[in-house]
C-alpha cells in the first residue's frame, strides 16, 4: 500500500511540474516523466524479489518445471517493459512509435512462448 500511495504521488507530481513546465521548455517534460518513471520502477524493483520467491515456491509445489515459469516471467517483463516505452513515446506524441513497441513486444512474448506451445502439442499428440 504504502508503495502504491509514494508511486502516485510521485507520478502526479510529476505530471503536474510536466504540464506546468511544458509551456516553457517542453523537451524537458520528456525527462521528467522518464525520471518519476524510474524512480517509481526502482522503488517497485524492491519488492520483485519477495514475490519472484513465492511465484518459484508455488511452481515447485504445483508441479511446474522451471521452463513454464521462467516463460511466464520472460512474458510478463516483456509486456511491462514494452507498455512503459509506449506509453513514454505516446506522452511525446510518437504514437507510430507506440504501436510499433506494442507490436514488437506482442511478437516477441509470443517467440517467448513458442516452447511452451511446442510442449502443448507434444502432450495433444500423446493423447490422441
Do not use: H, W
Not at 27 to 40: D, G, N, P, Q
Not at 48 to 59: D, K, Q, R, S
Not at 85 to 99: I, T
Amino acid at each position: 500500500m504504502e508503495l502504491v500511495i509514494k508511486a502516485a504521488v510521485a507520478g502526479v507530481a510529476a505530471t503536474v511540474f510536466g504540464q506546468i513546465i511544458k509551456r516553457s521548455n517542453p523537451e524537458i517534460t520528456l525527462l521528467l516523466s522518464l525520471s518519476a518513471a524510474i524512480i517509481i520502477l526502482a522503488s517497485a524493483f524492491r519488492l520483485l524479489g519477495t514475490v519472484m520467491e513465492f511465484l518459484e515456491n508455488t511452481a515447485a509445489s504445483a508441479g511446474l518445471d522451471a521452463e513454464v515459469f521462467t516463460v511466464a516471467v520472460r512474458c510478463t517483463g516483456i509486456a511491462l517493459t514494452s507498455q512503459l516505452a509506449s506509453e513514454l513515446c505516446r506522452d511525446c506524441g510518437q504514437g507510430s512509435a507506440a504501436s510499433a513497441i506494442e507490436t514488437a513486444g506482442s511478437i516477441a512474448a509470443l517467440y517467448t512462448a513458442l516452447p511452451l506451445a511446442e510442449r502443448l502439442l507434444r502432450l495433444v499428440e500423446a493423447l490422441l
